[in-house]
């Protein structure tokens, strides 16, 4: 089948790859129907992932059908049209009991970082009941596409918010992830939501789309005093930090309010400084890391409801064959690319 493989070199190449087959009777395998590059794909080829291993196959953003499953399999069965979780994980162990499946024991982020992921022709999925989500008649695969990724990174990044009436939300990045962070940070009870990006055609389409009630250019606005003024002077409630960019850390903790929830759902390629003795007595709560992805049948019983629509993401489309040029294209961000959905 085809594969892109990401290779020893460091380099992307679409090759053949014998078919997966099941290795564990808690496996599936998935024929891929529509996949996505993540921008945590990106950083994997950049060299900055250091727990990825070459020659394996990218991808972890994806819906399809299910072809086999193993004997000990509950919820699926051939032919199941499924969204994928980026995230593997066992369901059993002392993290997943209390909802950390990121820090899972037996998995976290491993398809296409430490096994071969989905974007070729068909994937095995580890802890199939946990890493599958079966999609009612009325979500079709385009509309599930980013359940198990950004869409849930969103959704987290704003549960760990600890949203309460009345908040204000400064989500810094409108990029895919930020704009699921804000639609989410609204379901979840945000009263505004102040998008802050450096690209217009993004706040654009957060305006567009109404995921938003402020929007920030930091190029051309004072974003700290602006967030001042809009909050009597008090900074936001909770940030959202999903641009990732070399100063966006440290724009995070200046425009939250004292005793804010700082949530940092972007993935840095550098370290950042955290200055404590400046920002001593502010008092705030940082949290980090890598989505804890455990909300997909909620999201899709959302999106099943017309509560929740992913759709306007996908800009542009690609066929598999043509994925090597997909990635570059991703990474150009040219033609307002926010994400490509690539058909198999
Ligand atoms: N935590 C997780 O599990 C998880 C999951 C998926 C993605 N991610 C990470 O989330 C981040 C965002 O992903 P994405 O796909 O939306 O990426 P993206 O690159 O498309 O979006 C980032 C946005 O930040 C904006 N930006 C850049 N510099 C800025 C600045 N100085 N001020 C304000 N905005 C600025 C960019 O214009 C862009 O719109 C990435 O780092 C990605 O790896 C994390
Ligand atoms: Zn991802
Ligand atoms: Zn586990």
């Keep these: 089948m085809k594969s892109l493989v990401y290779k020893d070199t460091g380099k992307i190449e679409l090759v053949e790859k014998p078919m997966p087959v099941l290795q564990s009777d808690r496996d599936a395998v998935v024929k891929v129907e529509l996949s996505s590059i993540c921008t945590s794909d990106l950083h994997i080829v950049r060299g900055f992932v250091p727990r990825a291993n070459k020659n394996i196959v990218l991808g972890h953003e994806f819906a399809g059908t299910v072809v086999s499953v193993g004997a000990a399999v509950k919820n699926l069965k051939p032919g199941d049209r499924v969204s994928a979780n980026c995230e593997t994980f066992c369901g059993e162990c002392w993290f997943c009991q209390r909802g950390f499946v990121n820090n899972c024991e037996n998995g976290g982020w491993e398809l296409g970082c430490r096994i071969d992921g989905c974007h070729a022709q068909y994937v095995r999925v580890p802890y199939a009941d946990t890493g599958l989500t079966k999609l009612p008649d009325n979500v079709s695969f385009e509309n599930a596409l980013f359940v198990g990724d950004i869409l849930s990174s969103g959704w987290w990044g704003a549960e760990i918010c600890e949203i309460k009436d009345g ?5 810094i990045g409108a ?5 699921c962070s804000m639609l989410s940070a609204k379901l979840q009870g945000a009263s505004k939501i102040v998008a802050i990006d450096i690209d217009e055609t993004r706040l654009e389409i957060a305006k ?3 995921l938003a009630d402020y929007f920030i250019n930091p190029l051309k606005d004072d974003v700290c005093k602006i967030i001042k003024d809009l909050t009597q002077g008090r900074g936001a409630d909770c940030v959202i930090e999903a641009a990732g ?3 966006t850390f440290e724009l995070a903790y200046k425009i939250a309010r004292p005793n804010a929830i700082v949530a940092v759902v972007a993935m840095y390629e550098e370290n950042q400084i955290l200055p404590l003795p400046e920002m001593y007595g502010k008092n705030l709560t940082f949290k980090t890391g890598g989505v804890d992805a455990s909300k997909c049948r909620e999201l899709v019983k959302l999106i099943s409801e017309n509560k929740i629509n992913t759709d306007f993401l996908i800009t542009h489309r690609y066929k598999l064959d043509d994925i090597v040029e997909a990635y570059k294209f991703f990474e150009s ?3 307002g690319c926010l994400k490509i959905a690539i058909k198999n």
Aim: proline share 5%.
């Design 167 to 171: 908040d204000i939300i400064a989500v």
């Design 175 to 179: 990029g895919p992830v930020g704009l």
């Design 333 to 335: 961000k040219s033609d």
């Design 208 to 210: 567009r789309e109404n």
């Design 245 to 247: 960019a070399k100063n």
